[in-house]
């Protein structure tokens, strides 16, 4: 944890990621093996993720909040697929876009949040971190280690396809 909390220069957002390194690290590493199906693996898959969520503790208000607690298990996420994508370079994106990732639930009770959780997990996450979670398309290209532009065209097609599953659910109507 010494490694992450040199990076932070804020004493209270260090008070904040040391509590949530102890809220969540084992959280992520069952997420990460989850993925992975490898402990050494899916350490990696979690250290990047830290590393990542040092680098932005100025979004996170409070390390506990349900809010944070899908911001986290967003990244960790993330981070287990793109070590998962280089691991098995013969396995198609779309196979990835629709068979990994594990459904969290959304932070609201309502039709749009149940669509969103039918949403590919890649797709779900560009638009929980863009519009849920308040990132920008550079910090969401940062933490996915994607161009910017390519971002923009996630996001398009996340919600392209969140208003295909919304009308199929009857919620939208064009």
Known sequence: MI??????????????FEQLYEHYR??????????LENE???????HNAFVSISEHMEKVHDPLSHSTKGYVTII?????????????????LDYIEKEIGLSFPPPEDD??????????PR???????KYHHGYNT?????????KPA????????AKAKLEEICREEGVYDL
């Open 76 to 92: 960790v996420e993330r981070k287990a697929i793109d070590i998962y994508r280089k691991r098995s370079r013969f396995v198609s």
């Open 138 to 146: 550079n910090e969401i290209a940062d933490m996915f280690g994607m």
């Open 123 to 129: 797709y779900r996450h560009v638009i929980m971190l």
């Open 26 to 35: 084992s959280y992520m590493l069952k997420i990460a093996n989850k993925i």
């Open 3 to 16: 490694i992450y909390l040199q990076t932070i220069d804020d004493p209270e957002d260090s008070a904040k």
């Open 40 to 46: 050494f693996d899916a350490e990696d898959a979690v």
């Open 111 to 120: 039709d749009v949040a149940k669509c969103i959780s039918k949403l590919p």
């Open 150 to 157: 390519a971002v923009r065209k996630l996001d398009q097609r």
